[in-house]
């Protein structure tokens, strides 16, 4: 959530934040279980469930402004909870009365005040923080960072078989590894699995080989019930532990929790800009809090800092 507000992408990281405090809104009937995942497959985003959450909420936002019946319609048609919607919109609101309360975001805003500030068929959210706080909520690759900050740890390495090549009048072709090809690897558990109802139980291919997730089931396997793509350099910045650069064959890499997350930068230049954005930023947070009228947005530093980070993600 504090990130959601300094890089100004608050509505959507407030969502999916709230929604990581309850169970998913997604329902699955035992006899429609195959009709609900392919309507959940509709809002996928980015290799992300949580992001096709946020879109499922969204849209279930724009269709409640023509009415209640057709926010119910839409629940019914998606396979929505519309309980589990309206709990993830009283949670964001009391949330943003919580940033408010410490300096995050406007001040005295109160939850009771943001739910009159609604419109038709929304929380109320947008309305209250504004556009300056919002300024980056439609950068998909900034929220895929976001949930960085909120899931870490809770990091899984995709690991492709070695590949397979078809030959074609144009030579041989790479061929894409089947999804139950890939394999998944936590830290701490080894192997796990994508739960069947996750957006990326059939996906063939990461163009990062790192995911995030939020909660693991143990059944007669340990599966990933939600996850998300995330990119290194989020995880560098926004995740925990030390960040170390070393040289490695020719290459310099970077890596941070034992090793366990690492890639090769460009450069030794990038490397070092990486490693020194994350202590900015950790620095750029420690100030915010001590002093928490400090505006970042106007703040020559902070809003440097903060543009550069926005730029390297959006650009990755």
């Known amino acids: 959530m504090l990130f959601g507000a300094i890089f100004r992408c608050l509505d959507p990281a407030l969502t999916i934040a709230a929604s990581l405090a309850f169970k998913s809104p997604f329902v699955s009937p035992w006899d429609k279980r195959e009709e609900a995942n392919v309507r959940k497959q509709t809002f996928a985003l980015a290799n992300s469930d949580h992001l096709a959450l946020l879109q499922a909420y969204k849209g279930w936002s724009a269709a409640a402004k023509n009415g209640h019946q057709a926010g119910f319609l839409y629940t019914r048609e998606n396979f929505l909870s519309a309980r589990g919607l309206q709990e993830i919109s009283s949670l964001k609101r009391q949330f943003t009365e919580l940033l408010s309360d410490i300096g995050f975001v406007k001040e005295g805003l109160k939850a009771r005040v943001i739910e009159r500030m609604a419109t038709k068929g929304t929380d109320g959210v947008l309305e209250a923080t504004g556009f300056e706080a919002n300024l980056n909520s439609d950068n998909t690759k900034l929220m895929s960072a976001m949930l ?63 995911l995030v997730y939020h909660e693991k089931v143990k059944t007669s396997r340990v599966f990933l019930r939600d996850c998300s793509m995330v990119s290194v350099y989020p995880l560098v910045l926004f995740g925990g532990g030390q ?35 994350r202590w900015e930023l950790d ?30 993600i959006s650009t990755q």
């Not at 090809?181 to 994508?194: A, W």
């Not at 064959?249 to 990038?270: N, P, T, Y």
């Not at 020559?300 to 550069?308: D, F």
Request: hydrophobic content about 40%; aromatic content about 8%.
């Open 243 to 277: 960040v170390s650069v070393e040289m490695h064959k020719g290459e310099f890499i970077v890596s941070l929790d034992d090793g366990w997350i690492r890639f090769a930068a460009a450069s030794h230049q990038v490397a070092e800009l990486v490693r020194e954005l």
């Open 283 to 312: 620095q750029l947070l420690e100030d915010k809090i001590r002093m928490p009228s400090m505006d970042l947005c106007t703040c020559p530093r902070g809003s440097r800092i903060i543009h550069t980070i926005v730029k390297l």
């Open 148 to 210: 960085c900050a909120a899931l870490y740890p809770n990091v899984v390495q995709v690991r492709a078989p070695e590949g397979k090549y078809k030959l074609t009048s144009k030579g041989a072709m790479k061929m894409p590894p089947k999804a139950e090809e890939l394999r998944f690897m936590t830290k701490s558990d080894g192997c796990v699995h994508i739960h069947p109802s996750s957006v990326n139980y059939t996906v063939r291919h990461y163009d990062s080989p790192y």
